[in-house]
Nanobody
Framework: VQLQASGGGLVQAGGSLRLSCVAS????????MGWFRQAPGKEREFVAA????????YYADSVKGRFTISRDNAKNTVYLQMNSLKTEDTAVYYC??????????????WGQGTQVTVSS
């Protein structure tokens, strides 16, 4: 499975961004999809995930109520809508796919990452 993330950029605190991730080379609808992020000097961390089988969504406490993950199986795309952005959301954001894992970091397939920078 190949993953291509896009939509990152520079935004002021309180603003919004929508990340997209297009998958190819696999059966998208059979994969859990996740978003992770890594800030400079920090480990990669879970942000959000959506189950392929139930459609249930999962969020890190730090983004709950501000971020929304969704998927469009017809377009092989997963989205991350990020609202009320904070400076601490600044990181490289990665999309990932896995047939089983949801919130753990060791997904099987990873995209290249897209930079999100939130200024104060």
């Amino acid at each position: 499975v190949q993953l291509q993330a896009s939509g990152g950029g520079l935004v002021q605190a309180g603003g919004s961004l929508r990340l997209s991730c297009v998958a190819s080379g696999g059966t998208f609808r059979r994969y859990n999809m996740g978003w992770f992020r890594q800030a400079p000097g920090k480990e990669r961390e879970f942000v959000a995930a959506i189950s392929w089988s139930t459609g249930n969504t999962y969020y890190a406490d730090s983004v709950k109520g501000r971020f929304t993950i969704s998927r469009d199986n017809a377009k092989n795309t997963v989205y991350l809508q990020m609202n009320s952005l904070k400076t601490e959301d600044t990181a490289v954001y990665y999309c990932a796919a896995d047939p089983r894992k949801l919130t753990k970091v060791d997904y099987d397939y990873w995209g290249q990452g897209t930079q999100v920078t939130v200024s104060s």
